[in-house]
């Protein structure tokens, strides 16, 4: 069975960084989709990155872009997201995904994993 861990939220001034880490085990398949969400009291959860394990290709929205960093090491099994420049407007609670979506899927802007294959989550609080 898939588990995923998060780690490594926390609170920060904005323009300061933060790196998270989700922890896999157990997945079944060689290669596939990581990403990370975040979430917002009172707000729809929004897609932040991701990356295919199988060749490294990643994808960013607009608020990532530029800021923010996805990674992943195949030997640890081990999901980053290495966050710049934070700005109060980041403040959420931060959630790893995996599944094994395509390439094409994965970075192409429209992967949606079912919420069963997420983390439990990581608090980001970035003030003023």
């Known amino acids: 069975q898939m588990q995923l861990a998060e780690s490594g939220g926390g609170s920060v001034q904005a323009g300061g960084s933060l790196r998270l880490s989700c922890a896999a085990s157990?997945?079944?398949?060689?290669?596939?989709?990581m990403g990370w969400f975040r979430q917002a009291p009172g707000k729809e959860s929004e897609g932040v990155a991701t990356?295919?394990?199988?060749?490294?290709?990643?994808y960013y929205t607009d608020s990532a872009k530029g800021r923010f960093t996805i990674s992943h090491d195949n030997g640890k099994n081990t999901l980053y997201l290495q966050m710049g420049g934070l700005r109060p407007e980041d403040t959420a609670m931060y959630y790893c995904?995996?599944?094994?979506?395509?390439?094409?899927?994965?970075?192409?802007?429209?992967?949606?994993?079912?919420?069963?294959?997420w983390g439990p989550g990581t608090q980001v609080t970035v003030s003023s």
């Open positions: 995904a995996a599944d094994p979506a395509p390439s094409s899927v994965c970075v192409g802007g429209n992967w949606s994993p079912s919420r069963r294959y």
């Open positions: 157990g997945y079944p398949y060689s290669t596939y989709c």
């Open positions: 990356i295919y394990t199988g060749g490294g290709s990643t």
